[in-house]
């Protein structure tokens, strides 16, 4: 092992050592002999020029402003605004109003503040068309709440219309087979690459039905899902992780029983995965979320290909939720993305194009437990499998198969001749994800500029913009209704979509409506100075001798200890790391 400062830059300079004896080496040296090691590099790294100047430490963010915090400035502001808004949307709060008696809004709660509550009314829309909604008041807005993902085409795309006023003039029985059932099937399963599919009535309801699928195969009863994603109403799946990584129902009328069914881990955290090996004979399926909703940014392609190596081994159904993903990043989704394929698949919002619909694809000796497989109707066969139960008099619906089959033949001419593989797109599709991905780009360069606690995330044409100090405080509704009031309508939620009918000049004004509104918060004090966190008072280095007959204080509680030096060794450990990563190219 290197013992002197030389001989740690020359191991690690000529790479004789890897990073864990790297490490090793330089664990053993004195604190001095560390920081010397660490100029060492930096000046060997610059091929021996005169290194540059550091860079001048960068400002702390600034902190979001918590709504038991306003100031009498501060309501006057939102005084301001009510007002303004009021002239602005007089049908719309008019309605909010006087309809509420019989009409229960389950949305209109969503990111209610007290201090913001004369501004959160529900809009009420008149028409909308491509990329934009208008209200009943003749307000415009560049729609981005894209109907929570639905409308990856914008708002009723020729092809969609022609294909609904074609069905309705030649009615539409809502349990009946037809043409169009079969040629959707058929091609939603040539542009997926799954064996077999059956619609469901809704993306809720196609999850549901493939968690009773695979518990049906398995003859098992626990779910696996991850913390952070999101499934559906369902009382199956729908439940959260308690501080003790058990699991919690959602809420009132929620049953518990329901909840205690539920295995929740963290996505992407390769130790998770012992956890099901270690319980395979009591779970029957994974249930993933490939791109999180609400966390886009979390894209563990190695985690994932580990899970379906694992699911394979111990025979437990993976479940890919592709409710965002499904079409939107491709013909095959998250499929490709990922490089794996999953047993089942489910889907809903673009497969259906605006219609109440879900999905259910995947291998056909799942699927076969909803039909009992194939046979022919000439012969002495029989159904192969018992079956689950499963129905619904809208499942077939016609006006529903007749939007599934207008999607899947859209998707087929957008990508069929353009060769898309999820990840290089080079149809429209591919086309929107990069203007997404050049929106988000800006809009983090301006967070940072102006040091506000905002950061956007984002995958393939879906972006969500984040308050990182405050997720869903006051701060967040703010800057939602400032995008409102610049013609900018966006979700509850907090996602955000592209179509194939925003253009350039749409995301330029999306983009300068969120610097706008950033702007005026921090003109209106909406973003404060974090206040510096306080130095512990240092240790005494003796006692005075008037403190001598003073009784004995458990230390803990009557003297500070001294900062802990594992700390700062790890942060110059990091910095070498950091280092070496740069001399390589930028790899850890």
Excluded at 201 to 207: K, P, Y
Excluded at 412 to 418: D, H, Q
Aim: aromatic share 8%; hydrophobic share 40%.
């Amino acid at each position: 092992m290197a013992t002197s400062v030389e001989d740690v830059l020359e191991r690690i300079l000529e790479k004789k050592v890897d990073k864990q004896e790297a490490l090793r080496n330089f664990s053993v040296l004195s604190e001095e002999e560390k920081v010397r090691v660490v100029t060492g590099l930096r000046e060997k790294l610059l091929g021996g020029a005169d290194p540059a100047p550091a860079p001048a430490a960068r400002a702390p963010l600034l902190k979001s402003l918590h709504e038991l915090n306003l100031t009498e400035s501060h309501m006057a502001y939102i005084a301001e605004l009510t007002a303004e808004y009021e002239k602005r949307v007089p049908k719309s709060k008019d309605n909010a109003l006087k309809h509420q008696a019989y009409f229960v809004d389950q949305r209109k709660t969503a990111g209610l503040k007290r201090p913001l509550k004369s501004l959160q009314f529900q809009l009420t829309y008149d028409r909308a068309d491509g990329p934009y909604i208008w209200d009943v008041d003749g307000n415009k807005y560049i729609d981005v709440a894209g109907d929570n993902g639905v409308n990856l085409f914008g708002h009723q795309p020729e092809f969609m219309k022609k294909a609904l006023i074609d069905r309705m003039n030649r009615g539409y029985p809502l349990v009946a087979y037809s043409e169009d059932l079969f040629e959707a099937a058929r091609l939603f399963c040539e542009l997926t690459g799954h064996e077999r599919m059956v619609f469901a009535q809704s993306g809720t309801e196609s999850v549901m039905w493939a968690v009773r699928i695979a518990r049906a195969a398995t003859g098992r009863s626990k779910i696996v899902t991850f913390d952070g994603s999101y499934h559906g109403l369902s009382d199956a799946v729908l439940a959260f992780r308690d501080r003790k990584g058990g699991s919690i129902s959602a809420g009132l009328g929620m049953l518990q029983e329901f909840a205690d069914q539920l295995i929740i881990l963290d996505y992407g955290d390769m130790s998770h995965l012992d956890v099901i090996e270690q319980r395979a004979d009591e779970i029957a399926c994974v249930l993933v979320e490939p791109i999180q909703s609400r966390f886009p940014s979390r894209q563990p392609r190695e985690f994932v290909q580990e899970l379906r190596k694992l699911t394979l081994e111990k025979d437990i159904v993976l479940i890919f939720d592709e409710m965002i993903t499904g079409f939107r990043a491709g013909p095959k989704g998250a499929q490709t993305f990922f490089g794996v394929k999953p047993d089942l698949a489910t889907y809903g919002k673009v497969a259906g194009g605006g219609m109440p619909t879900g999905v259910i694809g995947g291998l056909a000796k799942y699927m076969n437990y909803v039909d009992g497989g194939t046979w022919r109707f000439d012969d002495a066969s029989m159904p192969s499998l018992k079956r689950t139960m499963m129905a619904g008099t809208h499942t077939q619906n016609s006006l529903k198969v007749a939007a599934a089959l207008a999607v899947c033949r859209e998707m087929k001419r957008l990508c069929g001749e353009a060769g898309c593989d999820g990840q290089t797109c080079r149809c429209a599709l591919g086309d929107i994800d990069r203007m997404t991905e050049s929106l988000s780009k800006e809009i983090n360069a301006y967070f940072e500029e102006k040091r506000v606690p905002m950061e956007v995330e984002y995958f393939s044409s879906l972006f969500r913009i984040q308050v990182l100090d405050d997720p869903f405080g006051l701060t967040r509704e703010v800057f939602i209704f400032l995008l409102k009031l610049h013609g900018i309508e966006t979700s509850t939620s907090g996602n955000c979509f592209l179509t194939t009918t925003h253009s350039e000049a749409d995301c330029r004004g999306i983009v300068d409506a969120v610097k706008a509104s950033i702007d005026t918060m921090l003109e209106r004090g909406f973003f404060v100075e974090a206040l510096p966190e306080a130095e512990p008072p240092a240790a005494p280095t003796s006692v005075p001798a008037t403190a001598s007959a003073a009784p004995a204080q458990p230390q803990s509680a009557a003297v500070p200890q001294p900062a802990d030096t594992t700390s700062v060794i790890e942060k110059l450990k990091a910095l070498i790391l950091a280092d070496l990563g740069r001399a390589q190219g930028g790899r850890d």
